[in-house]
């Protein structure tokens, strides 16, 4: 009997958790993910399969020989930015929208530390809290409220 319960108890356990984890996918499973980024379309489900695949192609072998004429520069993201645009169809368009994502992140990463500082001393749960409400005090998109 000893025995018995320990054994029920992580057999039901063991039953839960793989009921739980295979649960049926949303309404919303189709959406971007969480950080609202958006995952390309198999060039399959293109108007034009062949164009896509060519495009695709294009842009990886832009993104290689940025990556290898970048590797040793002390500011990588700039190289980076630059050496892909330059071979891009609108340079200029290419480098302005580099920009924009470069402000953004920074601006990301300037909130992230402000709640980690403001979350100084905090380990544990206590932590997960305290980032948690920092993230709902800047508001939703990242955009300080005023």
């Given at each position: 009997?000893?025995?018995l319960i320990p054994a029920l108890a992580a057999a039901c356990f063991s039953l839960a958790a793989a009921t739980s984890m295979a649960q049926s996918p949303s309404a919303?499973?189709?959406?971007?993910?969480?950080?609202g980024h958006h995952r390309m379309k198999p060039c399959s489900q293109e108007a034009d399969p062949a164009k896509c695949e060519a495009d695709r192609k294009e842009k990886r072998a832009r993104m290689a020989a940025a990556r290898e004429a970048c590797k040793d520069k002390p500011d990588r993201r700039g190289c980076m930015s630059e050496q892909y645009c330059a071979k891009s169809q609108d340079p200029a368009k290419c480098q302005a929208q580099a920009r924009e994502h470069r402000a953004k992140m920074s601006k990301r990463m300037?909130?992230?530390?402000?709640?980690h500082e403001a979350c100084t001393g905090k380990r544990g749960d206590e932590l997960q809290t305290c980032l948690h409400a920092q993230h709902k005090k800047s508001g939703p998109g990242g955009a300080t409220p005023k």
């Open positions: 009997m000893n025995r919303d499973a189709g959406k971007a993910p969480m950080g300037d909130e992230r530390q402000a709640a």
